[in-house]
């Protein structure tokens, strides 16, 4: 049962910009901190950015001042607005509720992600 489903990614030049968005379905999203997540080729998930039912957000230092969560609860959908990309941003993107993943750890459900490549 697919209970995430990211789009946006896609080919961009350095210096460009990108929107993601996700959407959730309510056992994910809920009333939990949601997030973006990336996986770089040959390296391990890391958290980008978090945001909270009250809209409060956190952010990974490599992207900071550069990228903006945010989310609408009406829709159970979560956004990712990338700006002044790099190609070290290049990787596969997924959400996810930071709240689950931290309980279920392992165990817990991704959703295909989907692709950033950014080009110099």
């Known amino acids: 049962q697919v209970q995430v489903v990211e789009s946006g990614g896609g080919l961009v030049q350095a210096g460009g910009s990108l929107r993601l968005s996700c959407l959730a379905a309510?056992?994910?999203?809920?009333?939990?901190?949601m997030a973006w997540y990336r996986q770089a080729p040959g390296k391990q998930r890391e958290l980008v950015a978090s945001?909270?039912?009250?809209?409060?957000?956190n952010y990974a230092d490599s992207v900071k001042g550069r990228f903006t969560i945010s989310r609408d609860n009406a829709k159970n959908t979560v956004f990712l607005q990338m700006n002044s990309l790099k190609p070290d941003d290049t990787a596969v993107y997924y959400c996810?509720?930071?709240?689950?993943?931290?309980?279920?750890?392992?165990?817990?459900?991704w959703g295909q992600g989907t692709r950033v490549t950014v080009f110099s």
């Open positions: 996810n509720s930071k709240t689950l993943v931290a309980i279920q750890g392992t165990n817990a459900y």
């Open positions: 309510t056992s994910i999203f809920g009333l939990n901190t």
């Open positions: 945001v909270t039912p009250a809209d409060s957000t």
